[in-house]
């Protein structure tokens, strides 16, 4: 067990649908990193937040956002959902951006 | 750009060693990592390299030269849970990029 959490652990929905993802980092963490998991395309990087405020921008699209609260938790939106959104998105944390990641269980997205 | 290789594949025995290679083309350098997958679960850490050499943990040891842009993850003493994917992934510019990964399968 990492100490990341990730809810909710599987998600169905329509195309056209929009939905949200959460993580919770490990306890001291200011780091959240969420990435995209795609049979085809691998680990890709989306956003990485520290202390509330983005750091760096990877392949996201613009579909989707992202934000980190107060609380430091993290959520990433995902809307217009197309077939090829269907993934896995995982979210880390770190204690700095040059920490190691650690990865939550991740949540399983299914376009339909 | 980033441009990160690994092989696609490897099969080893039981008990054996296996070393999978990965080397790197990144317009930064910050540090290399290695993970372990299991297929459906969350990549957990297994190695970080940052200056040149080897630095072991048990049965896995990774090598890292930043002059060939070239690493290397040493599996010792296979055993049967091993089998997954590894990961290796390369920190810059506080993006951490990541190769396609090397599928391991361990033979009884």
């Known amino acids: 067990d990492s100490g990341v959490t990730q809810t909710p652990k599987h998600l169905i929905t329509a195309t056209g649908q929009r939905v949200t993802l959460r993580c919770s980092p490990r306890?001291?963490?200011?780091?959240v990193y969420w990435y995209q998991q795609s049979l085809d395309q691998g680990l890709q990087f989306l956003i990485q937040?520290?202390?509330?405020?983005?750091?760096a921008k990877g392949n996201i699209l613009e579909r989707f956002s992202a934000q980190q609260f107060p609380d430091l938790h993290s959520e990433l939106n995902l809307s217009s959902l197309e077939l090829g959104d269907s993934a896995l998105y995982f979210c880390?944390?770190?204690?700095?951006?040059?920490?190691?990641?650690?990865f939550g269980p991740g949540t399983r997205l299914t376009v339909l | 750009g980033q441009n990160i290789d690994q092989p696609t594949e490897m099969t080893a025995t039981e008990g054996a060693i296996v070393q999978i290679n990965c080397t790197y083309q990144?317009?930064?350098?910050?540090?290399l990592f290695w993970y372990q997958q299991h297929a459906g679960e969350a990549p957990t850490f297994l190695s970080y390299?940052?200056?040149?050499g080897l630095e072991e943990k048990g049965r896995f040891s990774s090598f890292l030269s930043r002059s060939k842009g070239y690493s290397y993850l040493l599996l010792k003493e296979l055993q049967m849970k091993d089998s997954a994917s590894y990961l290796c992934?390369?920190?810059?510019?506080?993006?951490?990029?990541f190769g396609a990964g090397t599928t391991v399968t361990v033979r009884a």
């Open positions: 937040y520290y202390n509330g405020e983005e750091r």
């Open positions: 990144t317009s930064g350098f910050n540090g």
């Open positions: 306890s001291g963490d200011l780091s």
């Open positions: 880390a944390s770190s204690g700095t951006s040059e920490d190691t990641q650690y």
């Open positions: 992934a390369v920190l810059n510019d506080y993006k951490l990029s």
């Open positions: 390299n940052v200056l040149d």
